[in-house]
Structures are given as structure tokens and as C-alpha cells.
């Protein structure tokens, strides 16, 4: 069991590491635009939570690559969405901030904090009052908790009695600044305590952040109520593109980089005898291939047409999208 | 100078001349700000001037109405005014009424500052310009600044102002190096006439003024010679500057780039047509953008928006179809 979760984890956050580092050249090369959020450094929360949760509805914030990777949708399709191509995720009109799979119950990237979280108690609401049991995961930063938006939807998920998880990624900043400057409560979780059960865990160690995942999501569908983790986290790039992070000291970055989830998830296996440093070689080798594929797919996509413009608006003879 | 060293000019100046004006806002602080307008005040004036806020759009606004309540004067950055639309209550409910409902016994010298418009593929939550939301709401002003000069006298007159003022600006101006003008006597309220011409009057602000001087230059080549209007302010809009074009030139485009329908160009040619229908020798043109959400492609995007190109053909084509 923890063999194959760890060869799962390492796959999916080396693919989702490799990406990114990827994404990030090919935006200085001018492939890629706009705002571009790595999550390099979050990739044990990202894929410990969709891996844990299985299955049920995702909704995530900007900074959602790596979740929508763990989530199964092919790197190629996001890397032709950051392209802007016709053949990308949400047709190159989303970008970055805006991949969407209804199919996959993967609901986005939203570009406005905090604003997918009464959407997560929505569906919620609506899984439950149709006699499904999966629940949502809703994943959002420390920042968004400071939001009336964020108060709201605990309030409203804990009275109506939904089953979302809220995964808090505290990585200690919104843009430039800390938490301390921000959140009157330093401990996330806390602001949860009183209305569901509440978390935190070491969001580095990406078992660690599986567990915590599995165990509320056991929760969520046997009582169809909310559960709260904080998984204390850290990104190793600047907010987005336009920013170089350059607030933060070195030694601080350099302390959390020495937790790199990755080189925690190989330590942990190859001591363990989870994982050996040939398979993880071969899977290194089937990652390269995957977004060497990726880039060669997003360049040689077309764009869309003009005539995109007004298409997707309105849907004109709507049929029933739920999946 | 840059647009924006000419916003932190004016903040800077202001909290210089009066210990009452603070700022707050997401990132203003320790940062210096999203778009670095606000960079070094808070090494100058110290976080109790110049306060880091939480994610909290309708509470940063409301938090900035009581203290103006109190006689403070805060100037509260939004960080782009797609977030603005959180803080919809307190600007439309509060912000623009809590004056005029108290018989006129609250002052409100507020100033909500805001960066809007389309970049470069933010897409479509980043990209929006929703001027006309705020103009159309009475109680407040809008004040928009499209280079330096605009940007520092008008920022700086809205702080002194005792009422409450959306300051927007363009978020793809900040970098932009502008003449700052010493003019004293700046006064947001009076349209600003960036260029005259006889043939046509074109309206427009924000961003895309220097779009349409860039397109009546290559019209003059046709020989079409265009009066440039640059609305400073939104609400009120100084029609007396445009009538008086208009009765010279005859002719009215407007041009910005938000969905053309409900927005700045529906007003300005309505006010026109009442007023001056019978001087009129075209009917009004508005060039705007698409009734659309800004898509991310960039090709997509930038057929959204009017671009000089498209100001300069559309005019052109406009003005030929009415015997200019
Ligand atoms: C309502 C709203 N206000 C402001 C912003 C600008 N903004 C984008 S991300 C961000 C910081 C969010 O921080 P956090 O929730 O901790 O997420 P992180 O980026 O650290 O993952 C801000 C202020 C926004 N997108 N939406
Ligand atoms: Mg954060």
C-alpha cells in the first residue's frame, strides 16, 4: 500500500514540480502570459489532498497546475491552455488562473480569493440533497481567510450541514504580506475550532497531508458535515511571475527548502523500501517525455479562431451540463 | 515622470501636508503595494499611516468610512477594481449615501483608489473596466487619470476634497513616463481638450486617450482633423467642454474600452443628441470593446478592446459613410 502511494505521490509532484519549471521558461521565452501562481514547494498539500480525497468535487484557487494534474487531467491540455491554444482546457480563453473539468469534478481556478468557497457549500448542498456522498474539497491559501467570504461559507457549510472539506494551504503569505500582518489568529485552524473539526498538519510531508485527507473525508461522508485542515506549507517562487518573493529573507526560504516535499517523499521511501532509486529514475525519464509531449502539443495547437470570441457566452439550447 | 511615482507623489504630498491622510489597502504596506504606487511611505509615515489590510474589499472601504466619519482622511487602495466588486455595499449603500441621507451632517473626504482595465492576458476575473458601475451612482465622484498630470493634481485634489471619490487608474499606465505639468490650478472637473481639431469631437479617458491620439494623428493624414477630449472626471462629466466642441465640429465619437453597451459612450451621446441634435451632422459613433468577458488568448483579447488600428479604421469608415 504505501509503496504504491509512494510511487503515486512521487510521479505526480515530480511531474508537477517538473511542469511548473517548465511553465516558468516558457514564460520567459513568451509562450506563456498573464499571471502566472507556481505552486513549487506546495506540492505534497496538492497532491496528498486530491490523491487522499478521491473522489468527489474540487474546487481550488488560482494556483491550481498541480491539482489539476493529480486530478488526472493531462499535462498536455494544461500546457496548451497556458499557451492560450484552442486545444488547452478551457479552450486558451481561461489560462492559468481558469482550468476547468466539470467531467473530472474538478471546478477550477478562481482568480478572486476566497470567492469558489460558497460554491464548494453550494455543490455540497446539492451532492447531498441528491443522495450523493463524495463531498467537495475546497482548497484555498492564509489570506483567504481573512475574508468575510471565507467566515461566510464555515458558517453556512457548518449550519447547513454539508460535507466540504476546507484545506487550508497556510504558506505564510498573501502576495507580500505575512500572515502576521493579516490574521489575528496565527494558528489557521483555530478559526474553525468552533464550528467544525479542526486541524493542522504538517503540510511538507505529503503522507502526512494524505492521512489528514483520508481521515476527513471518512468524516465528511459518514456524518455529510464539514471538516477544516491547515496544512502548513511554503512557496519557493514569488507569488506569481511579477513578483520575485524578494521579502522573504534567504535563510528563511533556504530553511523551508531544506523540507522540499519532494526530497522528504524520496528520503522517507527509499529508507522505507518504498520506492528505489531505479524506479524513480524511470519514472524521472517517462516525466521528461510527458512535457517534452506537453510543450510539443501547446506549440503545434492552433489558436482559437476569431469567431471564439462570442462563442461560450450563453450557451443557447442549454442541455443538462451536470455529468 | 512615471504614472505611477506621480500617484505616490500626491499620496506623499498629502500625508506630508496633512497628518490626517492615512492609506491602507491589501499589500500598500511592507510591500509597497501591488503596483508599487505606494512604495516607501510606509518606511516614511510608519504602519500607522499606512496600514496593510487583510483580504477584506467591503471592510477595507468600510473600515476607511469611519475613519473619514472621524475626520481622518484615508485613502484606500483597492488592489484592482475586479476586487472592487466586493466591496459593492459600502461604496454604492454607504460610501455614496450616508451624506445625503444624514441631511448633509457626515462628511465623507474619502478616496478609493483603483487600478482597472486590461493588461496583457489576466484574463477575464483581472481585465474588466467598470467605470460605469461607479459613475452611475450619485452621491459619489469619479475621477480618472490618464497620464501624470492627471494622475498627481487629481489624486491630490481628491484627498482635499470633503467627499467621497473613486480615483481609478489604468493598470498598464504605471509604467509610463509623462510630462507632470505644474498646474496649480488643476481642476478634475473641467474636461481637459488634449488636442484641437474642426472636424470631429472624439471623447474618451483613461487609457485609451493616448489610443486615439495615436489614430487622429494617422487621420489627420487623411486629412480629418480630430478634437481630443480627455473626460477627467466621470461623475461629474463636464459637458460643457463637449457641447462647446461639438457645435464646432459636429461630430461625436466616444471611445473607451469597456462593453460598449450601458457604459460612458451611451451617456455622452444622449446628453449630445438632447442637447445639440439639430447641430449634429452624423449620428454619434462609440468605439468600444466587446460585450464579452476578456478572454486569455491574446489575439482573442486584443480584438475585445479598441486598438489605435481599429479607432483609426473605424472613424475613418464612420466618417467617410457621412460625407466627411
Ligand atoms: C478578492 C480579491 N482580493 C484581492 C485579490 C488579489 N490577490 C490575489 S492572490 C492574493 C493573495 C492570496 O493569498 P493566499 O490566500 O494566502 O493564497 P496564496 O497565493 O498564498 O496561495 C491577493 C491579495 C484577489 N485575487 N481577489
Ligand atoms: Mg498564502
Known sequence: MSQTLAEKFYYLMKLGRELEVRCKEEYLKGNISGFLHLAIGEEAVHVGAVIGFGKGDLFCPYREHVLALARGIEAKYIMAELFGKVTGVSKGKGGSMHLYEPKMDFYGGNAIVAAHLPHAVGAAYARKLMGEKAGVLAIFGDGATNSGTFFESINMASLWEVPVLFLCENNQYAIGTHISRSSALKDLYLKARDYMPSVQVDGMDVFVVYEAVVKAKEYIEEYGKPYFIEAL???????????????????????????????????????????????????????????????????????PSEGELYTDLYCGVCSDVIP | MLYRDALNLALDHAMEQDPRVLLLGEDVGFYGG???????????????????????????????????????????????????????????????????????????????????????????????????????????????????????????????????????????????????????????????????????????????????????????????????????????????????????????????????????????????????????????????????????????????????????????????????
Open chain 2, 34 to 324: 501591488n503596483y508599487k504606487v505606494t512604495d516607501g511611505l510606509y518606511v516614511k509615515y510608519g504602519p500607522k499611516r499606512v496600514i496593510d489590510t487583510p483580504i477584506a474589499e467591503n471592510s477595507i472601504v468600510g473600515t476607511a468610512i469611519g475613519m473619514a466619519m472621524m475626520g481622518l482622511r484615508p485613502v484606500a487602495e483597492i488592489m484592482t477594481a475586479n476586487f472592487a466588486m466586493l466591496a459593492m455595499d459600502q461604496v454604492v449603500n454607504q460610501m455614496a449615501k450616508l451624506r445625503y441621507m444624514s441631511g448633509g451632517k457626515i462628511f465623507l473626504p474619502l478616496v478609493v483608489r483603483m487600478p482597472q482595465g486590461v493588461a496583457k492576458q489576466l484574463a477575464a476575473q483581472h481585465s474588466q473596466s467598470l467605470e460605469h458601475l461607479f459613475a452611475s451612482v450619485p452621491g459619489l465622484y469619479v475621477f480618472c487619470a490618464s497620464d501624470s498630470t492627471s494622475a498627481y493634481h487629481g489624486l491630490l485634489y481628491a484627498i482635499k476634497l470633503d467627499d467621497p471619490v473613486i480615483f481609478l487608474e489604468h493598470v498598464l499606465l504605471y509604467g509610463v513616463d509623462f510630462p507632470l505639468e505644474n498646474s496649480k490650478d488643476f481642476n478634475p472637473f473641467q474636461a481637459r481638450v488634449l488636442k484641437e481639431g474642426k472636424d470631429i469631437t472624439v471623447v474618451s479617458y483613461l487609457k485609451m486617450v493616448h489610443d486615439v491620439l495615436k489614430a487622429c494623428q494617422w487621420l489627420e493624414e487623411e486629412g480629418l482633423y480630430c478634437e481630443v477630449i480627455d473626460l477627467v472626471s466621470l461623475r461629474p462629466i463636464d459637458f460643457e467642454t463637449i457641447y462647446s466642441s461639438v457645435k464646432k465640429t459636429k461630430r461625436l465619437v466616444v471611445v473607451y474600452e469597456a462593453p460598449k453597451s450601458f457604459g460612458l459612450g451611451a451617456e455622452v451621446s444622449a446628453r449630445v443628441c438632447e442637447e445639440l441634435f439639430y447641430f449634429l451632422d452624423a449620428p454619434p459613433l462609440r468605439i468600444a470593446g466587446g460585450e464579452v468577458p476578456i478572454p486569455y488568448n491574446r489575439r482573442l483579447e486584443l480584438l475585445a478592446i479598441p486598438t489605435p488600428e481599429r479607432i483609426y479604421s473605424q472613424i475613418l469608415s464612420w466618417s467617410k459613410s457621412h460625407g466627411l
Open chain 1, 233 to 303: 506549507t511554503y512557496r519557493f517562487e514569488g507569488h506569481s511571475m511579477a513578483d520575485k518573493g524578494d521579502y522573504r529573507s534567504p535563510r528563511e526560504i533556504e530553511s523551508f527548502k531544506r523540507r522540499d516535499p519532494i526530497k522528504l517523499l524520496v528520503d522517507k521511501s527509499l529508507q522505507m523500501g518504498w520506492l528505489t532509486e531505479e524506479q524513480i529514475r524511470l519514472m524521472d525519464q517517462k516525466i521528461e517525455k510527458v512535457i517534452e509531449e506537453a510543450v510539443e502539443f501547446a506549440l503545434n495547437s492552433p489558436e
